[in-house]
């Protein structure tokens, strides 16, 4: 089953996930399954309140799932992987938290305030996902914190400026709102042609802090096994890129969705093989 929804997915990972041996493959296949499940659960049309009551009754599930009762395909490999794994449940936990955060149209006044979205939404499955991928020998956990965390706020930073316009539309705004005001840029401006230039400066300051966030979680570099370094150059290389190429578009967020060429996605699944034979 877990297979089935991570091979079904419309996403470019699941090929990254070959860089692992097979009992590792398998367990990010049961960790992205309920990623996409508790995903599917949120975003599916309906009231708010049964999507509220839904995910409630999927986080119920995953709990008796590690006493071995089994309410859905997914959670008898999650149940192991977690177990296998040493995966911490908290961090699974705090994902469905930030996705049900999402129900509702969102506002941050501060970034101080988009900071724990961030960390729930991403920066906890990264933490979840390094359980599986490991650690140099002698490295530890807490050192790996602080960097697996940066990167999921970085991750989370380039997809909201990516998903800018959809997310207007649908009612939310992650951009922390002290900021837009600071640099006169509300959002029933960012189409008027008037004040583009206040929108690309706001644009270029929060790209500017998504790179400074990739900078953060460069220690991961050397703390990750060499498969799990091959599997990370895979996801933030592509991030990274996509970031570079928000930029390149003048910030053209807006009207279309910003997307990674595949050619240059095939060189970044290149660089994580490299990476994982230790030849980059």
Not at 233 to 250: A, K, P, Q
Request: contains cysteine; charged residues 25%; glycine residues 6%.
């Amino acid at each position: 089953m877990c297979r089935t929804i991570t091979t079904q997915a419309n996403s470019s990972f699941p090929l990254a996930f070959r860089l692992l041996p097979s009992k590792k493959r398998r367990a990010m296949d049961a960790l992205y399954a309920f990623m996409r499940v508790t995903d599917d659960i949120a975003d599916e049309p309906g009231e708010v309140a049964l999507k509220r009551e839904r995910l409630a009754v999927w986080q119920a599930g995953l709990l008796a799932s590690l006493d071995g009762q089994f309410t859905h395909p997914v959670y008898p490999a999650l149940a192991d992987t977690i177990r296998r794994f040493e995966i911490p449940v908290q961090y699974l936990l705090d994902v469905i938290d930030g996705v049900s955060s999402d129900l509702e149209p969102t506002r941050f006044a501060t970034f101080s305030e988009l900071y724990p979205y961030c960390y729930r939404v991403a920066s906890a499955v990264g933490l979840a996902c390094i359980h599986i991928w490991g650690l140099r020998p002698g490295v530890t956990f807490e050192q790996i914190r602080k960097p697996a965390e940066a990167a999921g706020i970085a991750f989370q930073l380039t997809n909201i400026l990516r998903d800018l316009g959809e997310d207007l539309r649908g009612g939310r705004v992650y951009l922390p709102l002290d900021e837009l005001e600071r640099f006169r840029c509300p959002p029933d401006s960012w189409s008027d042609p008037a004040a583009q230039p206040a929108f690309q400066t706001m644009m270029r300051v929060q790209t500017q802090r998504a790179r400074e966030y990739y900078r953060r979680a460069g220690p991961l570099e050397r703390l990750l096994s060499a498969e799990g370094l091959g599997i990370f150059r895979v996801m933030c290389g592509t991030y990274r890129r996509l970031l570079d190429e928000i930029e390149r578009s003048g910030f053209d967020v807006l009207t279309r969705r910003v997307r990674v060429p595949k050619w240059r996605k095939g060189l970044v699944l290149l660089d994580g093989w490299a990476a994982k034979r230790g030849w980059a």
